[in-house]
Each structure stands twice: as C-alpha cells, then as structure tokens.
C-alpha cells in the first residue's frame, strides 16, 4: 500500500522546475521586445542570450539553472539590459551549476590520472623541449610567467601568445603546481608556439583558432584525453587557494 500523501509543503522537484519555467516565461512576456525561451543540456554553454531588439531574442539555459530562483528572478532584467548587466545571483548561480555538472561528470567517469609535475615547473627548459621537437624550424619565442592577476571565476587563461614589439609566450603560474599533469603543461605550451607558427607564416584574414590552427593542435598526441583532464581538473585551477 501506499504510504499516504507527500507531507504538506513537499513538491516534487520536477513540478516545481516546471512552475520556475512557467514563472520566468510569464516575466519575460514584459521585456520590450520578444524573447524566446529555451533549456539545454550544454555543459559548456549554460546561458546565452542571442538576437537583437528590433528581431527579438533567444534566451537559453541549462536545465540545472531551474534550482537557482534567486538567478531566475533577476533573469528578466538580465536579458532586458541585453545581458550586459552585472548581476551576482546569475553568476553565483553559474558557478554552483558548473560545480554540480562536473561533480556528476566525475561520477559518471571515473577521473583520468596524468603523471603530475612533481615539483616546480623547470619553464624555460619545457619550453626548450617542446619548441625543439615540433617547431625546430621557427625562430624560437621568448618565454615568461605571468604576473599575479585576479582569478577569473569559470575559466583560466593559461597562457598567451604577444607577437609585437618581440615574439613572447606568457604562462599562468596556476600551472607551476605540484598536482598539475606534465602532458597538459606541454599541450599548453605547444598551442602557444601553434599561435608563433600563425604569425611566422601569417594568412590573410585568419582568425586566431582557424582551420589550419585546430589541425596543428589535434596531432598533438593525445589530444582529447589531455583536453578531458582539463575538464575534470578546472575546478582545481579555479580554487581560491591556488597561487596567482
């Protein structure tokens, strides 16, 4: 027999997503132009908000979103500025969301094990390496680490690419940890020197990461599971903690 009715208060996660979804579809009808409403399941993306005000709009957001109310409510006046607005509780909400997918993400596949550093990162002579055995024809760029910046909140840049006054690759210090895996600091460091081979050899109206730069990056051996350890570790380049 049944247990008797859920007690009072009690609703069913699916029926309150759905009455979020409802809620926030009902505020948008206030936004001055039209503004059309769609979830998704993109672990990359997890808003975007596309279109213009004389065509109207496209707002979308993950699933995981629906379990911020506090983002939702500020959703409407987010979208109305264009999403060119600051607004905490959406970015506290995007944050706690990337935790829990990459959470489950862990769960699903048990985390790829890299050989770590060890120790501190011997820079200069990593680069050494790297330069001479894939780009032994090209001049080879100076390379520094970066100096301490404020950390991003959901993303890192590890290192960039200064063609003028002199070629240089700058690197994050969030890499010089013991933990951080040896073959991504190396893949790191091979798409910079793929960022020199584009200005040693420039095409006109190439953009940064173009054709010819994504299939330069794929030979690089193993080149998916080094980009799944990025994933599975962001949250750990991310931390507070970490030095900047």
Known sequence: MSGG????????EVVAHELA?????????YVRWPVELALNRNRRILISL????????RLSIHRELLRHPAALADLPRWVAAGGRTRSPAISAALDAAGRTLRARERVAHPPLVLEALGGPLALDTAFARIHAEWFPHLAKP?????????????????AMYRRSPTPQVV???RLDQAWVAREFVDFVLYHELCHH??????LRGETAHSARF???ERRYPRFDEILRWERENLDRFLDRASPA
């Open 142 to 158: 100076a390379v520094s680490w970066g100096r301490a910046a404020r950390q991003a909140r959901r993303h890192v840049r590890f």
């Open 214 to 216: 994504r299939a330069w």
């Open 171 to 173: 690197v994050n210090r």
């Open 50 to 57: 596309r279109g213009s005000r004389w065509r109207g709009m």
């Open 21 to 29: 979804l409802a809620e926030l579809r009902r505020q948008l009808v």
């Open 5 to 12: 009715p859920e007690p009072h208060g009690q609703i069913d």
């Open 197 to 202: 081979a584009q200005a040693c050899a420039p």
